[in-house]
């Protein structure tokens, strides 16, 4: 009778233990393009994405992010935005801070006046009419707050040279109206920045 009793209870451990570790994910991808001037004036077009990994357990849901990334056409530099959850890459705020920011480089970014910036600076905030502080928490339409610019728009890589411009500064956040799509980006769900060389260089074909 000992033994039935201690079999179940196992038993029935084993079940809590199987339960709990047999956790869902289901993952969505947000994105947004929009068109706007590069620090150097050029025209071009720009890609907002991010994902969102909702994790289902036995007991309970938790929801993960992404960096929120910000792509720009014809350019190699990628911008991630990190809220409170990444600290060790969002150095340029407080780790008691709330927001979302892409935190510049002293040898790569300067300010709008073109003046140096100190490491660590916050050279660009993301957020949404709601005033959302985490990744996870943003809808429809987001902010993007631009405060910085490269110090060279191109970078030299070999006989290469490299683009690497982003968002024009202003003093006016950018409104970017966003859509979602079930999956991952790396699916294919999302299409991609036209980065052909006749929008890049057109001077390459003359």
């Given amino acids: 009778m000992v033994f039935k009793k201690i079999a179940k209870v196992s038993f029935l451990m084993v079940c809590v233990v199987l339960f709990q570790g047999c956790a869902t994910s289901r993952t969505t991808t947000h994105y947004g393009f929009f068109e706007a001037e590069n620090s ?18 036995f007991n309970d849901r938790r929801r993960y992010s992404t960096p929120l990334m910000l792509e720009t056409q014809c350019s190699e530099r990628v911008l991630r935005f990190y809220d409170e959850n990444y600290r060790s890459q969002r150095s340029c705020m407080a780790n008691d801070e709330l927001g979302i920011a892409f935190c510049g480089a002293p ?14 600076k916050a ?6 009419a709601r005033g959302s502080a985490e990744i996870t928490l943003l809808r429809d339409e987001v902010q993007i707050t631009m405060r910085c610019q490269p110090k ?3 970078e030299r890589q070999g006989r290469k040279w490299i683009n690497q411009d982003y968002l024009k500064p202003s003093v006016i956040p950018y409104v970017v109206a966003t859509k979602s799509v079930a999956g991952s980006d790396r699916d294919g769900h999302v299409p991609k920045l036209w980065n052909h060389s006749s929008v890049c260089d057109p001077d390459q074909g003359r």
């Fill in 40 to 57: 150097a004036g050029e025209l071009r077009q720009f890609r907002l994405i991010w994902e969102v990994i909702e994790v289902e357990g």
């Fill in 107 to 120: 040898g790569l970014d300067i300010d709008h006046r073109a003046l140096p910036i100190e490491q660590g």
């Fill in 123 to 128: 050279c660009a905030y993301a957020s949404d």
């Fill in 152 to 154: 060279e728009t191109q």
